[in-house]
């Protein structure tokens, strides 16, 4: 075999089991770091096992989260992660061929679908704690969805608000700052408006860190200084966060072992086929912070 150089057709073996090699994942945006990130670590994890990656992009937008799920190449995959924003637990399962689907994202869909989340609300707690814990009491969170429910931004306010309760503290209306789309720029944008308004914080939870960074620059920008007189806090460990100055303190949800866990169950669901073997599951790996220099680490 090393002398004639020889490799396994895996074409051909694909074949002959009747599949392509190949899986979807689609993401709202490769703009956002962590659906960029996220994706970069799909494919190290696919490319394990020979599995080559075709990436969609959504939008966060229903109808193209739905249209994801029936997308002629995308039926060519053997199976599809998808990170949903836009659909809701009103949307069925829209795949009636059954092809195997794992959801990154807050369980949605009933029958034989798997769910890779995070611990959103736990998570969310724990930052608003770190936060409490250096002596800061008016925390806002940036970056909340007025009208959500059971997604993700009313999970992580959700965490937050049982931090502030159970350190004896109100919510305060002022400081849960919405923001619809979370980038840089409406990070910045909604930052720069609760300056001019007066509202007095020493702590801010941006709910991810692309709306930290971009809130970061609007302090800096009025001479804010942070940590010393707003610390502030991200979620989700992008790259870019290691670097600026002051560095930003963050959740790292456990993206890798998200990526893992998603590729091994769309794997493990396409193994299964017809049979019907396997029962939906959910798994939400450990998180941890990582505090910097934002929150003065």
């Known amino acids: 075999v090393d002398s004639v150089g020889y490799r396994p057709n895996l074409a051909a073996r694909n074949l002959r089991l009747g599949r392509s090699g190949v899986i979807g994942l689609a ?3 490769l703009s956002q770091a962590f659906f960029a990130q996220l994706a970069d670590e799909v494919i190290r994890v696919a490319a394990e096992q020979d599995l080559v990656v075709l990436v969609e992009q959504t939008g ?3 109808e193209r989260e739905l249209e994801a799920l029936r997308n002629p190449r995308l039926s060519l995959t053997d199976g599809l992660l998808l990170a949903p924003l836009g659909l809701t637990h009103d949307d069925v399962l829209p795949d009636p061929a059954g ?23 736990a998570a969310a707690r724990a930052a608003t704690e770190h936060l409490l814990g250096l002596g800061r009491r008016r925390v806002m969170l940036l970056g909340a969805h007025a009208t959500e429910r059971t997604g993700v931004a009313a999970l992580r306010y959700a965490g937050y608000r049982e931090a502030l309760e159970a350190a004896g503290l109100p919510v305060d209306d002022d400081l849960v700052v919405p923001v619809e789309t979370w980038d840089r720029s409406n990070g910045a944008e909604a930052m720069a408006r609760v300056l001019g308004s007066g509202v007095q914080m020493d702590a801010v939870f941006a709910m991810n860190d692309d709306l930290a960074l971009g809130a970061l620059r609007s302090l800096q920008e009025r001479g804010v ?12 460990d992008v790259a870019d966060g290691r670097y600026t100055y002051p560095s930003l303190t963050t959740v790292e949800p456990g993206r890798h072992d998200i990526a893992r866990a998603a590729v091994t169950m ?8 017809a049979s019907g073997a396997l029962a939906p599951r959910v798994t939400a790996p450990e998180f941890r912070l990582v505090v910097r220099e934002s929150t003065g680490g």
């Not at 200084?225 to 989700?236: E, K, N």
């Not at 769309?266 to 299964?272: K, N, V």
């Open 266 to 273: 769309l794997t493990e669901r396409i193994a299964d086929g």
């Open 99 to 121: 092809r195997p689907l794992v959801v990154l994202g807050e369980p949605l869909f009933p029958g034989p679908v798997d769910h890779v989340t995070m611990q959103h609300e």
């Open 225 to 236: 200084t942070v940590p010393g007189d707003v610390a502030l806090m991200g979620f989700d």
């Open 60 to 62: 966060g937008l229903r």
């Open 27 to 29: 993401v709202p945006e």
